[in-house]
Structure formats: structure tokens, C-alpha cells
């Protein structure tokens, strides 16, 4: 987005991206947790920091699961607005449905590991390949302890959802777009 521009608060139809996600987060769960520097999110509600830093995704996501109450635990990114809380909703209740560490959706460009549902044991293969420098996501998904959503094909679109809600919000031009989509009238602040 640019040097010090921090997503979590860019501004989308009048509320910050965090917030935005929190709704959707709060659709499918109760208990929610920010990953993040206390400083930072305190306001929006119960923070938990990285215990691995700098680790990217990964590190969050062991943050999260180790603090969780939980035994499933979704798993959303802020920079996505336009996430359908009724296919949260879907993944959710096909991760109930099945016994896997992680259930996961995957589009023609690969699969979503940060908008997931994992179960709290995943915080074990986590902090192993942390404590490895190990930080990729995905290489942990070997088939035994993944469902994977195939959403490739028509299989979307016969849910009803569209695979454009995953789409991210990495730089200023795609906030402009988010923006226009959300209202076209909208205009978003140049945050470049």
C-alpha cells in the first residue's frame, strides 16, 4: 500500500477494514481474536500477538490457535471486504462435517490458507515448523490433515458465491477499486 500505511484501518464504506472484518468474523463465531500489537487493536477488541514475530501469516496464525478456547477456529484476513459471511458460514459447517486439522477452500489460483477454518491441534504442526524457520503455510497441508474446498469450475458459482471475494486489498489502486465497488460514488483517500 505503501511505507507505513497499516490496511487494518483503511477506510471502506465509512468503517476501517478491521472493523469490516470483525462483522464478518462475528457472523460465525463468538469469540474473536485480533492478531496484532496490542497498541494497535486494543480498541476493537481482545488482541493477541505474535509469539514467533516476524514469521508472517504462520506466526499469526499459531498465535491465535494457541490462545484459542475453541476446537474450531476461522481464520480471516483483514485486507478481504468482500468475503460472503454465508460462505464462512459454508466452510464452517464443512469443517464440522469432517475431522481434518484444516479446512480450506481452493480457487484456480490456489488455496486460501488465510481464510480457512483450522482446529486448535494445528497449533502443534505450526510451532514445529516456526521453531524450523519454516514459514510457509501451505507446505504444511499434506493431504492426511486437509479438507480442501474445491471451489474450481462451477462448483462456486452452483453455491451461490462468487470468487471475487477473495479479492484483496494490496495496493492504492486496488483500495480504489474496492472503493468504486462499494459504492461507485465513493472515492478512496491515496494512501500511496
Given at each position: ?14 468503517k ?10 462475528k457472523?460465525?463465531a463468538?469469540?474473536?481474536l ?5 497498541e ?27 490462545r ?6 476461522v ?22 462435517k469432517?475431522?481434518?486439522m ?10 486460501q ?20 524457520g ?21 462448483a462456486?458459482?452452483k453455491?451461490?458465491f462468487?470468487?471475487s471475494?477473495f ?8 483500495y480504489?477499486g ?8 465513493s472515492r ?5
Amino acid at each position: 500500500m505503501g511505507k507505513g500505511t497499516d490496511k487494518a484501518f483503511l477506510v471502506l464504506d465509512g468503517k476501517a477494514l478491521v472493523e469490516h472484518m470483525i462483522t464478518k468474523a462475528k457472523s460465525v463465531a463468538d469469540d474473536i481474536l485480533i492478531v496484532g500489537p496490542e497498541e494497535k487493536y486494543s480498541a476493537y477488541g481482545r488482541v493477541v500477538e505474535d509469539f514467533y514475530k516476524d514469521c508472517g501469516p504462520l506466526g499469526g496464525i499459531h498465535a491465535a490457535l494457541n490462545r484459542s478456547r475453541t476446537e474450531l477456529n476461522v481464520v480471516i484476513p483483514v485486507d478481504t471486504p468482500f468475503l460472503d459471511t454465508a460462505f464462512l458460514a459454508y466452510m464452517v459447517d464443512e469443517a464440522r462435517k469432517n475431522t481434518a486439522m484444516v479446512t480450506v477452500p481452493k480457487l484456480n489460483d490456489g488455496l486460501q490458507p488465510l481464510c480457512a477454518v483450522y482446529r486448535r491441534g494445528f497449533v502443534t504442526i505450526a510451532e514445529e515448523a516456526l521453531k524450523e524457520g519454516k514459514h510457509k503455510i501451505d507446505a504444511l497441508f499434506t493431504p492426511e490433515i486437509v479438507c480442501v474446498l474445491d471451489l474450481n469450475g462451477d462448483a462456486m458459482k452452483k453455491r451461490g458465491f462468487d470468487a471475487s471475494m477473495f479479492d484483496n486489498i494490496n495496493t492504492p489502486k486496488d483500495y480504489e477499486g474496492a472503493a468504486k465497488r462499494v459504492s461507485p460514488k465513493s472515492r478512496a483517500k491515496n494512501y500511496s
